[in-house]
């Protein structure tokens, strides 16, 4: 087996619970097994360190298969407490109730111009008692 030793998961950045408030099926092939669904949610984020704390909002598409795998695309916008705004965009795979967001960050924030750009590393679950979805993120270093 072949490693890359350029990357590696480095530090905690955040804490992050997320609320869905909507999904819809937006188109499902039988034939091939698969449903398209459109959600939105919106999130609480404790940061560490530099890393920011404050809310989250974002929307996008999941493709759930047969197999009950589900791959995502999201984006969003994080307001931090300091009346910061940055973007984000990331994808994510799903299995089980349990997954992994791979995630990346825009800014024009000079305070926070360090976060344009990076990529984080996000695992967590699903916490079907409470319907929230919980996650850490890690700092991706290429």
């Known amino acids: 087996m072949v490693v890359n030793q350029g990357i590696s998961i480095g530090r905690i950045l955040f804490e992050e619970i997320d609320k869905p408030t909507e999904s819809k099926i937006v ?14 949610w919106t999130g609480e984020i404790k940061g560490y360190d530099s890393f920011p704390s404050g809310k989250a909002s974002g929307s996008g598409r999941s493709f759930i298969h047969n197999n009950g795998i589900s791959i995502s695309h999201w984006e969003g916008v994080l307001n931090t407490e300091d009346r910061q705004e940055l ?10 109730g349990k997954f992994v967001v791979l995630r990346t960050y825009f800014t024009e924030s000079e305070v926070l111009g360090w976060m344009d750009g990076l990529v984080c590393i996000l695992t967590g679950d699903f916490d079907s ?3 929230v979805f919980k996650s850490t993120g890690y700092e991706f270093n290429l």
């Not at 973007?87 to 089980?96: A, E, I, L, P, Q």
């Open 27 to 40: 188109f499902e092939n039988k034939k091939e097994g698969v449903v398209e669904r459109e959600s939105s």
């Open 87 to 96: 973007t984000f965009k990331g994808r994510d795979v799903n299995k089980n």
């Open 129 to 131: 008692s409470i319907g």
